[in-house]
């Protein structure tokens, strides 16, 4: 029998996005069958090909299987493939906007960082049953207890925030359980809640952090866990602000055994200070990771939390990769010693080009958004429409399909590769890209 929900959309992405959120929030369970593609066609009052193409994305994204003549129902596991597939070919010749990198010019120079790193496993190698850097570990504790994270577990050392993030999950959830996710969010955190089996609860963010009211429904749902991005949010560039995390800290706090994983991920290049949500909740950890600020390829965060499971991490780490290559966390205490990444000044580099993008397209009437970090996120009417005007132009940028629940369509701009004399140029072809009865001509 199929499960009686309401298919709504106009376009192939949006049916899409619309099942999946259904299934996120376990309106549409694991094993439900789904309409025909002639029967979603009738329903949603689209034609047969839209139809057909929402189900092809839904099978590519892993949430829905095609089963015989069983037909198509939603997989009994989660999506597993990454929502960053979801992307266009950009073609040769093309500024490609829609990575989500830093500027290579703004990360440091890792010569000197890596001769010392030698010269110290040369001096004293990290053998089997070392300890992780203590110099590494006294620059971060003395950063977190800078913004007044102090005396608390931690700091342990992980490979990346996502490797913390699973690991502490894992430790404190079970499959089935909900976790409230900013709606856009990072794709790569809805994957991971997705792929270990975890119940999504889409919390609209504006440019201030996620909505307190949504917040409190998504608590009083049953969210064990909540997700919550401090500053340069993916995609959105949202940063929470002093009155946002008062409002969040006093929901947290009235659900104190509520799991809070709190990602600080651009500390290093922010513009904009940390108001923390930790302290609300007894189970909770603050991560910081190395990628944006220092490069990608340095795989390393450093994590705060409760004592508890600060020890469960380090206890999960050493089961499974056993510890973050000493090498490598060398070479980033002697980067944040020497202070090799002036951080006013990157900080200020993304700030310009950032602003200058959004003022350009406000002044052709386009809104915008990006108060933090790498990325400018611009509502449109129809994400394909935009992405195939812009490409056309030879600027491609990422579909908010990828970063999207349940929220409205909309493009992720990164400003990173962006020169200033290139923001005038690509502010107009945006703006005739995404406006409603555009052409894709400019004027």
Do not use: C
Not at 80 to 108: C, F, K, Q
Not at 188 to 215: K, N, Y
């Amino acid at each position: 029998m199929l499960v009686s929900y309401t298919f709504t959309g106009e376009t192939a992405s949006e049916i899409a996005a619309g099942i999946e959120a259904a299934v996120a929030r376990g309106a549409l369970p694991a094993g439900a069958a789904l309409p025909t593609v002639r029967e979603l066609a009738a329903r949603t009052g689209v034609n047969a090909n839209t139809a057909a193409a929402a189900y092809r994305l839904l099978r590519e994204r892993g949430v829905v299987e095609t089963a015989g003549r069983r037909g198509t129902r939603v997989r009994p596991r989660p999506a597993s493939t990454a929502r960053e597939d979801i992307r266009i070919h950009v073609p040769p010749g093309a500024r490609d906007l829609a990575r989500g990198n830093p500027d290579p010019a703004l990360l440091p120079d890792l010569t000197a960082a890596l001769a010392e790193a030698a010269r110290l496993h040369a001096a004293s190698p990290a053998l089997y049953g070392t300890a992780d850097d203590p110099g590494l570990l006294a620059l971060a504790a003395a950063a977190f207890s800078a913004d007044g994270i102090a005396g608390v577990g931690g700091p342990a050392v992980t490979s990346g925030t996502l490797d913390a993030v699973e690991r502490v999950l894992t430790m404190h959830l079970r499959p089935g359980d909900a976790v409230a996710v900013e709606d856009p969010g990072w794709s790569a955190s809805l994957d991971l809640v997705a792929a270990l089996g975890l119940r999504t609860i889409p919390v609209p963010v504006d440019d201030e952090g996620p909505d307190p009211g949504a917040m409190a429904g998504a608590l009083s749902a049953g969210a064990r866990a909540v997700i919550v991005t401090a500053r340069a949010q993916n995609p959105t560039g949202a940063a929470v602000s002093a009155g946002r995390a008062a409002a969040l800290r006093a929901l947290l706090a009235a659900h104190p055994r509520t799991l809070l994983i709190e990602d600080d991920h651009a500390a290093g290049l922010a513009d904009l200070p940390l108001h923390t949500l930790t302290g609300t909740t007894a189970r909770w950890i603050l991560t910081r990771s190395t990628a944006k600020s220092h490069g990608p390829d340095l795989r390393l965060a450093v994590v705060v939390g409760d004592t508890q499971t600060v020890e469960r991490l380090r206890g999960r780490q050493r089961l499974a990769e056993g510890w973050v290559s000493h090498l490598l966390q060398r070479t980033v205490a002697h980067l944040w010693r020497t202070g090799a990444v002036p951080r006013a000044e990157v900080a200020a580099s993304y700030a310009a080009r950032r602003n200058a993008l959004i003022e350009a397209l406000a002044g052709h009437g386009v809104r915008a958004h990006g108060r933090s970090g790498l990325n400018v996120w611009i509502p449109v009417p129809d994400e394909t429409v935009a992405v195939t005007r812009l490409l056309a132009r030879g600027w491609a940028v990422a579909p908010g399909a990828r970063n999207r629940l349940a929220s409205a369509p909309a493009i992720r701009v990164t400003i990173a590769p962006l020169a200033r004399e290139e923001i005038p140029d690509l502010a107009a072809t945006l703006a005739a890209a995404v406006l409603p009865g555009s052409t894709g001509r400019y004027g």
